[in-house]
């Protein structure tokens, strides 16, 4: 099974969901991830990966394959390697 891993850019706390479609074991729960913070999520297959505001006011997101890193800068620049 591969990895999602999902690093925070940014200078404030990012909420992040990743999507478990392809890994029924997994948590879709949301997590606060630290200014410059990095985790990671097993999964195969396409996954959703979200991120939204601290009040809920913003979110943006985007579909990517197990073994893909995502770079959060702000909610207008978000990467995948």
Sequence with gaps: MGSIIVINNSG???SVFVSKYSNSDGSDA???LQ???RD???RKGW?????K???DTNRTG???PADSTV????MAHVSVV
Excluded at 71 to 74: L, S
């Design 30 to 32: 949301w997590f606060t």
């Design 12 to 14: 404030s706390p990012i």
């Design 53 to 55: 505001n601290a009040n």
């Design 35 to 37: 200014p410059g913070g």
């Design 62 to 64: 985007v579909y990517v």
């Design 40 to 42: 990671s999520w097993s």
């Design 47 to 51: 996954e959703l990966v979200a991120f």
């Design 71 to 74: 770079t959060f800068d702000d």
